[in-house]
């Protein structure tokens, strides 16, 4: 059960929300309902989450999609985890590569969730994978992926915010 229960949908601050999406009505969700609670944080923090969702990001959808699940499942954020695996479909990320996140497969960017979360730093063989990869500004935006969406879960975890009404599990009770 939420420890802060979701504002009703016809009771968001609108305008608060909206530098999430421009233009655009937010559907409800539990996690908004959330920010709803808090229009000044929300305003703030679903504009830098814009970033690190859009199109500006130097990340690509599916290097970024890649990183929130591995956070998700490493914090074992099901709310995170059920939403990113629908986005990472999206983005073109296979079923295989889902179950490679859920196992903690070595790719260069689940290392550097791993040594991320638990190190706060890279290594200089998984910095240097990604370097390979990724120019300065993609890393940049993948330590701030990857540490906003620790926060994000962090957030979640603790204010018990349930899955929206229809949002699939996706087999999050597999254990690593």
């Known amino acids: 059960m939420n ?23 937010l559907p409800p969700s539990n996690v908004l309902g959330l920010f709803a609670q808090h229009p000044e ?17 130097t990340l690509s959808p599916r290097s970024r999609e890649l990183a929130i699940l591995r956070v998700a499942w490493r914090r074992r954020c099901q709310y995170e985890w059920s939403q990113h695996v629908l986005i990472a479909r999206k983005a073109g990320v296979t079923d295989e590569e889902i ?36 120019n300065d500004r993609q890393l940049m935006d993948l330590v701030f992926t990857i540490g906003t969406y620790g926060l994000l879960a962090m957030v979640l975890n603790t204010f018990e915010v349930e899955l929206d009404p229809g949002l699939p599990v996706e087999n999050f009770t597999t254990t690593e």
């Open 99 to 134: 179950d490679a996140i859920r196992v903690g497969k070595p790719t260069p960017i689940t290392r550097a969730v791993d040594e991320l979360e638990t190190d706060s730093g890279l290594s200089d063989d998984t910095y240097q994978a990604l370097a390979a990869e990724l």
């Open 41 to 57: 944080l929300a305003t703030a923090f679903l504009g830098y989450s814009r970033y690190l969702l859009s199109r500006r990001s």
């Open 3 to 25: 420890r802060i229960p979701p504002l009703p949908y016809e009771e968001w601050d609108t305008e608060a929300l909206a530098s999430l999406a421009p233009g655009r009505k």
